[in-house]
């Protein structure tokens, strides 16, 4: 086949390129068992807590019980509770994280195919922040409200003219879906519709466009609206900001991306975006019009970055996710445009090598982290039901942060490492914070209104020591006196009582 032949194979054939990277990305979730993610593990135990307490397990329900405010976090925990009825928690993680590398991917293309039919080819750009710095520290409800995001924006662009009932219910639950995944997400939502129909009422010249279209998608998400006002007005209100030093120098070096180990090879994706993009101003006026709403979206989003806290309360990481919808919309408004097809070719097969090292980067990388995830998913399954059980992490590594809650994802057990039913923010939340309580008692067990509160199994994990005098007091107690049930080079349990 002459090049010229394969080129235009390329051109009536692009989502066969794009199926080809969406494969290539889905490799690194079947190589391994768990891909490990900061909160995954998190999410998942109380994913099980949540299920249970559904299904009546009292014992779990002294403890925790479901949290009556629909806090704009649930999708993701909705979605593993399902899985958990009838899959294994690997599985049922594993299925999550495929569901959302697919629905992000075609999401993503959607969007850009509304506003460029023929811009297919260059929706690969998504690829390199399908694997982001966001979700593999495991915010999967963030990173779920992205892909509502983007069908719901697609979903109006192509239908905000309709007025029929249908659209407008089905409008609402794409609102609702939104919502309930992340409140940040849901508000830059109704941001890019309000740009958008400003922006189509202006080229219309019709001011009541604006009335009746704008004033419809606004009664539609009022209800939502008033819900998120409703969740962050009832929370601590402390504001965090990063210096401005700080932000220059994470927008340079990717901040919202997983490195992998090859962060020194950022610079090729800057290289490609940056020439992109030289490329649409050095033709501006042949550009697409309709896509400069992304490039609208990027300029505020990059002021948002700058200007608005990284903190409020107890929720963070504000400006990596502000950074994470800036790259994206840049992308969108470049993928939305019009290029020679030779330089999209050259794009798409340079991306398509540098994709490639990084996948295999972080295959390698997963490889550890998935052999203790599997270890102390097996220790969880030694252990008695409804137990409650201390651990004492001494290892560093970032990912680990949250690993001991593996160990209650396949059977009911109360473990006293559970930062999210110490907040307000989740749908599972302490009756009584006895993680607190234990820890700052500085024992194996403590009372509270009149009921004893003990520790039946103490497990130590981890290559490295820790600080904490407590933690050390516990491990050198158990040395001593107490019964080891299980022994490995990474962990050690005790049973207490």
Not at 256 to 266: A, D, H, P, R, V
Not at 338 to 358: A, E, H, P
Request: aromatic content about 20%; overall charge positive.
């Amino acid at each position: 086949m002459r090049i010229i032949d394969r080129i235009d194979f390329l051109r009536r054939n692009h989502l066969w390129v794009f199926l080809l990277f969406l494969v290539m990305h889905l490799i690194p979730l079947f190589s391994v068992d768990v891909l490990v993610t900061l909160d995954g593990a998190s999410h998942l135990y109380n994913a099980k807590l949540f299920d249970e307490l559904l299904l009546g397990n009292d014992f779990i329900a002294s403890f925790f019980e479901i949290n009556k405010e629909l806090v704009p976090n649930y999708t993701g925990h909705l979605l593993l509770s399902f899985f958990l009825l009838f899959l294994s928690p690997i599985l049922s993680l594993k299925l999550l994280h495929i569901l959302y590398v697919v629905a992000i991917s075609f999401a993503f293309r959607g969007l850009v195919l509304a506003f460029n039919p023929k811009g297919g080819l260059l929706s690969v750009l998504i690829f390199p922040f399908v694997y982001s710095d966001l979700f593999m520290n495991g915010f999967y409800n963030f990173s779920l409200a992205i892909v509502f995001f983007l069908f719901s924006f697609r979903y109006w662009v192509r239908n905000y003219q309709r007025t029929d009932i249908w659209f407008l219910l089905s409008l609402s639950v794409l609102f609702f879906l939104t919502y309930l995944s992340h409140s940040f997400t849901f508000a830059f939502l109704c941001l890019a519709i309000g740009l958008f129909t400003v922006v189509e009422a202006v080229r219309q010249k019709r001011m009541d466009f604006l009335w009746k279209v704008g004033g419809k998608v606004f009664l539609v998400a009022l209800p939502f609206l008033i819900l998120a006002v409703s969740f962050v007005m009832k929370r601590e209100a402390v504001y965090g900001y990063l210096s401005k030093k700080s932000l220059w120098e994470h927008l340079l070096d990717f901040w919202c991306l997983f490195g992998f180990n090859t962060e020194s090879w950022f610079i090729v994706l800057w290289f490609m975006l940056v020439g992109l993009s030289l490329v649409v101003f050095m033709r501006i006026k042949n550009r697409n019009r309709s896509g400069d709403l992304f490039l609208g979206l990027l300029i505020i989003s990059v002021f948002l970055y700058f200007f608005m806290p990284d903190s409020v309360g107890y929720a963070s990481v504000f400006s990596k996710r502000m950074l994470y919808f800036s790259f994206v919309f840049w992308v969108l408004w470049i993928a939305s445009q019009k290029y020679n097809f030779t330089l999209s070719v050259i794009v798409v097969v340079l991306l398509f090598f540098y994709q490639g090292y990084r996948v295999k980067s972080m295959m390698d990388w997963s490889v550890f982290e998935n052999n203790k995830a599997k270890e102390m998913l097996a220790i969880g399954s030694k252990l008695p039901k409804n137990s409650v059980v201390l651990p004492i992490r001494r290892i560093g590594v970032w990912h680990f942060f949250h690993l001991s809650n593996f160990m209650g994802a396949e059977q009911p057990m109360v473990i006293l490492e559970n930062y999210e039913a110490s907040l307000d923010y989740f749908p599972v939340r302490w009756r009584f914070d006895l993680e607190k309580a234990i820890k700052d008692n500085c024992s194996f067990e403590v009372d509270h209104q009149g009921i004893k509160y003990k520790v039946d199994y103490l497990v130590v994990f981890g290559f490295g020591n820790t600080d904490d005098k407590c933690e050390l007091s516990r491990i050198e107690f158990a040395e001593q006196f107490l019964d080891k049930v299980y022994q490995s080079d990474f962990a050690s349990v005790y049973k207490v009582n």
